[in-house]
């Protein structure tokens, strides 16, 4: 088996320093379809330096280094990219990200499953500057063929939505170059680009990042439910339950909790085919 579960896990984190500045988290926010209109004042939250802010699920590209690709190189692990699947995301807030940090990261495979048709990959990023730490991040990491070995099948956790209309329904067109602009933020998987490559992996046509919707839906959540303030976001967890395709649309349920909204993705042209689910965002 190219996974040696025991390997992974034991081996030690490793780390690295990563910086960023405005131009990244504007890269970034543009990658998730921000500055629609371009004049608008809440857009320019996101867009503009004098007024930025940063979205947590920038977290997940910070710095570019020790991203999801970057873990699977990890020792004990030795795959196919055509194989892979990112199953789901996990981002923890200890403080606001700052507009320009440099912070050190350390990561590690923090656990593997054992799903039977395919393996299950933690990869744990925590980021940390001279002030403290900044996020943890974990990807769950699917990959196909690479189960079956009897391991520990993990955590299996299911949001139930509730049972009634949503509070507030959105909806977010996809460009049809969103993939090739998201990916510059970090993310070279050709699966994203390459129509070959998708062929390969199974798509008539390449997907959009399971990151870039990620970070869309928490866009969305902050701006109609949180008062387009990413200071509140203190978590943000979501389950990749299917894939999206540049120029689709992605409809966004949220519901109001104590102290969290519920989410729900679908893609409407494909009868609200599921995109994101288990999905939840804890503010303050």
Not at 76 to 100: E, W
Not at 212 to 233: E, N, Q
Not at 244 to 250: C, I
Not at 279 to 284: G, I, L, Q
Request: proline residues 6%; charged residues 25%; hydrophobic residues 45%.
């Amino acid at each position: 088996m190219p996974i040696d579960a025991a390997t992974a896990v034991a081996a030690e984190p490793r780390s690295a320093e990563i910086a960023w500045d405005h131009k990244d988290v504007q890269l970034y926010h543009l990658g998730l379809g921000a500055g629609v209109p371009a004049t608008d004042p809440d857009e320019l939250r996101y867009t503009l330096e004098s007024r930025l802010h940063v979205l947590p699920s920038f977290a997940t590209v910070a710095g570019a280094g020790m991203g999801v690709v970057g873990g699977l190189s990890a020792p004990g692990i030795d795959i196919d990219l055509a194989a892979v699947l990112h199953g789901g995301q996990t981002v923890t807030l200890h403080r606001p990200i700052p507009v320009k940090g440099r912070a050190v990261s350390t990561s590690r495979v923090a656990a593997v499953y054992d799903k039977g048709k395919a393996a299950v990959l933690v990869l744990r990023s925590e980021a940390a500057d001279e002030d403290g730490p900044l996020w943890t991040s974990d990807a769950q990491i699917f990959v196909r063929g690479e189960g079956g070995w009897g391991g520990d099948r993990g955590p299996s956790a299911r949001v139930e939505l509730p049972d009634r209309a949503a509070d507030r329904t959105v909806e977010r067109a996809i460009r049809e170059e969103q993939a090739l602009l998201y990916r510059l933020s970090g993310d070279w998987n050709p699966l994203h680009a390459d129509p070959e490559f998708a062929k390969l992996a199974g798509f008539d046509r390449p997907i959009l990042h399971g990151l870039c919707t990620y970070g869309m839906t928490l866009k969305a959540v902050v701006d109609t439910m949180l008062g387009g303030d990413v200071a509140r976001v203190r978590s943000y967890r979501t389950r990749f339950a299917g894939v999206v395709f540049p120029g689709e649309t992605l409809r966004i349920r949220m519901w109001a909790g104590d102290g969290r909204v519920q989410v729900s993705v679908t893609a409407v042209e494909r009868d609200d085919a599921p995109v994101l689910a288990d999905t939840v965002v804890e503010h303050a």
